[in-house]
T-cell receptor, first 115, second 113 residues
Framework: DGGITQSPKYLFRKEGQNVTLSCEQNLNHDAMYWYRQDPGQGLRLIYYSQIVNDFQKGDIAEGYSVSREKKESFPLTVTSAQKNPTAFYLC??????????????FGPGTRLTVL | AQSVTQPDIHITVSEGASLELRCNYSYGATPYLFWYVQSPGQGLQLLLKYFSGDTLVQGIKGFEAEFKRSQSSFNLRKPSVHWSDAAEYFCAITYTNAGKSTFGDGTTLTVKP
């Protein structure tokens, strides 16, 4: 079955450590996205990528980094510069060139907790 | 900049009652419009979408939504709510083929037995 996988589901990090969240899709989608979700604040865009080897900052990119070396993979690194990293992180993908299929497909999420 | 407003943070309805969740957007042109549903601790699932044509769109799980250009709204409706519909609902808009979406803050639905 096609879909998006995120790992791990739960992640614990000590202050001052970098940590990388995995996101893989086998939908052959061109675009991929990372969102942060906090209670009562909906989804906020961290980074997005429309094509391999290219990505753009979203609304809250500070303290995060990404790479897009392969079409199917878009890992997110939460660096020690992120002041308040405890949150639920969602990865998504879409095929924006096809209007009728412009919706985003979401992974199950990773809950990051800083100890 | 484009924005999405979901005026109701939390709605409670009785099982079997009808439901309407509100969504308003701000932008000059007609966007692509979506409703997603999220169960606790899970990712989002698409309920329905509008990109052109008939302004009343049908989705999964018995949901429908109506696009009203004059009101810049895309309200979600269901004639009879089931207990399993309890979840958080997000309205979203996309303006270009870049695919980048703006999401509302969500409405949490509680269903009373």
């Amino acid at each position: 079955d096609g879909g998006i996988t995120q790992s791990p589901k739960y992640l614990f990090r000590k202050e001052g450590q970098n940590v990388t969240l995995s996101c893989e899709q086998n939908l052959n989608h061109d675009a991929m996205y990372w969102y942060r979700q906090d209670p009562g604040q909906g989804l906020r865009l961290i980074y997005y990528s429309q094509i391999v080897n290219d990505f753009q900052k979203g609304d809250i990119a500070e303290g995060y980094s990404v790479s897009r070396e392969k079409k199917e993979s878009f890992p997110l690194t939460v660096t020690s510069a992120q002041k308040n990293p405890t949150a639920f992180y969602l990865c998504a993908s879409s095929n924006p060139g096809v209007v009728q299929h412009n919706e985003q497909f979401f992974g199950p999420g990773t809950r990051l907790t800083v100890l | 900049a484009q924005s999405v407003t979901q005026p109701d943070i939390h709605i409670t309805v009785s099982e079997g009652a009808s439901l309407e969740l509100r969504c308003n957007y701000s932008y000059g042109a007609t966007p692509y419009l979506f409703w997603y549903v999220q169960s606790p601790g899970q990712g989002l699932q698409l309920l329905l979408k509008y990109f052109s044509g008939d302004t009343l769109v049908q989705g999964i799980k018995g949901f429908e939504a109506e696009f009203k250009r004059s009101q810049s709204s895309f309200n979600l409706r269901k004639p009879s709510v089931h207990w399993s519909d309890a979840a958080e609902y997000f309205c979203a808009i996309t303006y270009t083929n870049a695919g980048k979406s703006t999401f509302g803050d969500g409405t949490t639905l509680t269903v009373k037995p």
